[in-house]
């Protein structure tokens, strides 16, 4: 009987797919970033960097953008940086234990998903083959949701978390969460995704603005770029990349917030460009598509080629597009309700239209599309507040 083959996994024990190709290059990489000359030079620089300093907020920059950072740090800078340390602060230390004991008691409605998506992260992984690793995501995940209703879980969750939880403690992990969706990105998890369906629209106008490859995508019909950019973008490239680059990207992404999300979607494009001009039809640009961020192997890269082309949208501009988008979205989201209601209540456009500018005027709320956080420059964090255990 022919033995299986084993399957190839990277140094953090996920499974490599793709062919030899991939491999090759997932093995070259690894080797290079863990070269011990390098690592040697990565802590030296940090130590120093933190010695002269003495405050960690001010070496972040060349620190995570230039020379990379220490493996073993990882844990601690990621909870300072993404806001999780300051969030925990804020509350008494039993907190977290506190929620786990309430979200018991009250289950909120997405207990069910989330137990069917437990099963669904990293089944490859050996340390998602242990009913402890299963229980520590179980746990932020509800937790999260109970401590944000408003939120609760959306799917993507639980493979941000799943990486979390390589390198964080149970309860970290769960901090971060709360710094990624409440600070981060705001109105990125709602039920409406309304950052989400903005940040796409300005992805996609920045990149047609500019890149041919772009402008090919868009001849083929569809929402091929949007499509594929609402994975990226709602799991961080976790699963999407491979896992190194993936690294790289949170640890910037997790201080400097959503620009880097947007550099790493556009220096994907940008560096394939002539692989996307080759495809003939909208089969084979949505499997190009598909097969970007395989062979990614260079997170500094592509964050540097990012940028480069965010440079033709300073933060004015942005500012003001961001502004126009948001009122578009809002408008057409209030139109759909309208047109639902109508068509499932007794009353007509115009009495839901007095009714709708009551409220608005009653909570103290702008109308569809104006002001609030979710009209902010790109770039910039926001929060959102999460309800759950006084602490």
Not at 38 to 57: G, Y
Not at 120 to 142: A, C, I, Q, S
Not at 242 to 252: G, Y
Not at 258 to 275: H, W
Request: proline share 3%; aromatic share 10%.
């Amino acid at each position: 009987m022919e033995k299986k083959k084993s399957k190839k996994r990277d140094m953090y024990g996920f499974e490599v797919t793709g062919g030899e190709e991939v491999w090759k290059q997932c093995q070259e990489t690894q080797k290079r970033n863990w070269d011990l000359s390098r690592r040697k030079k990565i802590e030296q620089n940090f130590v120093s960097s933190w010695a002269k300093k003495r405050k960690i907020t001010e070496m972040n920059d060349s620190l995570v953008v230039d020379k990379g950072i220490p493996f073993a740090n990882r844990p601690y800078l990621w909870m300072v940086w993404s806001g999780g340390l300051g969030l925990r602060s804020e509350r008494k230390p039993d907190y977290y234990q506190k929620l786990l004991a309430e979200s018991v008691k009250h289950k909120t409605p997405s207990v069910v998903q989330i137990k069917k998506d437990i099963v669904r992260t990293f089944p490859g992984h050996d340390l998602y083959l242990t009913e402890e690793t299963k229980e520590n995501l179980h746990n932020v995940l509800v937790a999260f949701a109970h401590r944000n209703p408003a939120v609760g879980y959306c799917q993507s969750m639980n493979f941000i978390v799943g990486l979390l939880l390589l390198f964080l403690r149970e309860e970290d992990a769960f901090w971060v969460l709360c710094a990624i969706v409440e600070k981060l990105l705001p109105n990125f998890f709602s039920p409406d995704m309304f950052a989400l369906k903005v940040d796409l629209r300005i992805l996609e106008e920045i990149a047609s603005s500019q890149q041919r490859g772009v402008k090919h995508i868009a001849t083929f019909g569809g929402d091929l770029l949007k499509e594929n950019a609402l994975q990226w973008l709602m799991c961080l490239f976790i699963g999407y990349l491979p896992t190194e680059t993936c690294l790289r990207i949170l640890d910037v992404f997790l201080l400097r917030g959503k620009v880097v999300l947007f550099q790493a979607c556009l220096g994907l494009l940008k560096l394939n460009e002539k692989k996307i001009l080759e495809a003939k039809d909208y089969v084979e640009t949505f499997t190009v598509l598909k097969s970007l961020p395989q062979l990614a192997f260079d997170g500094d890269l592509l964050l540097k080629v990012g940028k480069e082309e965010m440079r033709l949208f300073p933060t004015a501009r942005l500012a003001t597009f961001r502004e126009k988008v948001a009122q578009e979205i809002g408008q057409d989201a209030k139109e759909q309700l309208f047109q639902s209601l109508v068509s499932s209540t007794s009353f007509s456009e115009k009495d839901i239209q007095a009714l709708y500018l009551q409220f608005r005027s009653a909570a103290h709320l702008p109308t569809a599309g104006q002001g609030g956080k979710r009209g902010e420059p790109l770039g910039d964090s926001g929060e959102s507040s999460g309800g759950g255990v006084d602490g």
